[in-house]
């Protein structure tokens, strides 16, 4: 990583402003799933051990610059505590003299997490006011939340002009693995796309035909391929949009490094519910109301041996329907073999990981990002605004 990360500056008993990604699921007012959390304790250990004060800023939800009861940090600082092993005090504000007041009576070694930043209506929209009042709350800002780094919003890229501004731990060690898989992959390396869109993968995609070996793609995105080739969807989900820039893509992928696999037959049901009356058939048998909801076995036993002998396997998007059983067999069956293998396996996007956590697989999983839509920006662009607006290693 060519940015400052906090091992590169004095902030030895400094007044540290952190950027973390707290944006866990609740319920019933308790956190669902810590690991971001957990994940940004390396960090915040690492400040505390030398003797400074933190203050924490996060988001949570999409309350649009609205304060909403449901979407309050009350439920992230009680859990925090309870995994730092240590007071966190948390404010009912972002800004203004309230919080200024307890920021200023932090102690060396403290930690003051703050209300939800995008219950301020300036953060999205990056407001220089709101980044200038953040800025004010501390003497050097870490930004530790790969996942919003792609957003240029005024927690993540606008406060940067204010103060000296370097990467924690945790995302100096995503841009680490996510750069490492396109410039230094261990080889064979294997690209698993899936997930519903073509859209939203399509500078992912031109990307990874630089730099993969093998690409299998799956999902509701395979469909929109399959349609671009003359196939009929029958009832099946496709991008009517982005036929043109599939036709782009099939074009491409004849002249690329890497060999792609479309599917070869797949499970066609009736309706997408468990239950459902289903069969498998090949790719030009689709027809009427007949429904694309998985990849079929014939296609499952190509993949599966393209993924046993990779060395690196990166997995964005699942195979299938895979919250409606048995639409979830290919990518179980493909998991489990990517589990098995000797690769190292990188997940990418929240369907993904909650795949891999349903199958019971995820501790078999080398590398998880934190990041969703950061991830595949990362991997198309190389970069991110809240990346690119930390100091630089040598200025």
């Not at 203050?55 to 979407?71: A, C, F, N, T, Y």
Request: hydrophobic share 40%; proline share 4%.
């Amino acid at each position: 990583m060519n940015k400052k990360t906090v091992r590169d500056i004095p902030v030895e008993n400094k007044k540290v402003l952190v950027r973390v990604d707290y944006n866990v699921p609740l319920k019933d007012g308790k956190v669902q799933d810590d690991t971001r959390i957990r994940l940004s304790l390396p960090t915040i250990r690492y400040l505390l051990e030398r003797n400074a004060s933190l203050v924490l800023i996060s988001h949570l939800g999409r309350p649009k610059g609205e304060k909403k009861e449901e979407l309050k940090l009350d439920p992230v600082a009680e859990k925090l505590e309870e995994l730092l092993g240590k007071k966190v005090t948390k404010v009912d504000e972002v800004v203004g003299d309230r919080v200024a007041g307890v920021v200023n009576s932090l102690s060396q070694g403290e930690v003051l997490l703050l209300e939800n930043v995008r219950f301020e209506p300036g953060e999205e929209k990056n407001d220089p006011g709101l980044a200038k009042q953040l800025s004010r709350l501390g003497e050097i800002y870490v930004n530790d939340a790969f996942g919003t780094a792609h957003r240029a919003h005024a927690s993540t890229e606008g406060i940067t002009g204010f103060l000296p501004s370097v990467a924690g731990l945790l995302l100096e060690k995503e841009v680490d693995t996510l750069q490492g898989c396109l410039e230094e992959p261990r080889r064979p390396l294997t690209v698993v796309m899936g997930g519903a869109k073509v859209s939203d993968k399509l500078g992912v995609i031109k990307r990874f035909l630089q730099t993969a070996d093998y690409l299998l793609i799956g999902g509701g995105m395979a469909n929109t391929f399959l349609v671009a080739q003359g196939y009929s969807p029958g009832s099946s989900f496709y991008e009517e949009d982005s036929l043109e820039d599939a036709r782009e893509l099939l074009g491409l992928f004849e002249q690329s490094r890497a060999r792609v696999y479309l599917p070869r037959d797949l499970v066609a049901a009736d309706s997408v519910e468990e239950g459902a009356s289903q069969r498998e058939v090949p790719v030009n048998s689709l027809s009427g109301e007949d429904r694309a909801v998985d990849v079929g076995s014939s296609t499952m036993e190509v993949y599966e041996e393209v993924i046993r002998k990779s060395e690196m396997i990166v997995w964005n998007g699942p195979l299938g329907v895979f919250e409606v059983p048995p639409f979830h067999r290919g990518t179980e069956i493909l998991a489990r073999a990517a589990v098995d293998s000797r690769a190292f396996l990188l997940l990418g996007g929240g369907d993904t990981v909650s795949a891999f956590e349903n199958l019971n697989l995820i501790q078999g999983v080398d590398y998880v990002s934190t990041g969703g839509g950061a991830t595949l920006e990362f991997w198309e662009k190389g970069d991110l605004p809240g990346i690119k607006a930390l100091q630089d290693m040598y200025s």
